[in-house]
């Protein structure tokens, strides 16, 4: 092997590997900060429940729609809060994972970065 030389690195060269590596990691951490400052809304019920979230995962509103209440169906209500915010977390979550694949198969990495 040559001095500074690496088998499978183009060149050989460990400052460049180096270099991207950080550029790499200065990317994640954009699209972290970009990513984090997004809002996600979710909804269930046909409309009847809206609710939107941070891209830090915080519940930031809850809408429901008056018709949607009802005292005799509480539970179905619930259960409308639960999937509006679970649509907003899914669609965060394939916003997230979909930025950090555009950035070398980040995602992938495990918080190597």
Do not use: H, W
């Not at 830090?56 to 509103?61: A, E, N, P, T, Y």
């Not at 949607?68 to 994972?97: C, F, S, Y």
């Amino acid at each position: 092997m040559a001095r500074g030389g690496f088998p499978g690195i183009p060149g050989g060269n460990m400052q460049q590997l180096m270099r991207q590596a950080q550029k790499m990691q200065q990317q994640m951490i954009q699209a972290q900060q970009d990513l984090d400052a997004r809002e996600y809304e979710g909804t269930a019920g046909g409309g009847a429940v809206t609710c939107t979230l941070s891209g830090k995962r915080q519940l930031l509103s809850l809408t429901i729609d008056k018709d949607a209440v009802d005292p005799e169906e509480v539970e179905m209500l619930q259960d409308m809060i639960v999937a509006a915010v679970n649509d907003a977390l899914r669609k965060g979550e394939e916003t997230r994972e979909s930025e950090m694949a555009k950035i070398g198969g980040a995602a992938g990495m495990g918080g190597l970065f």
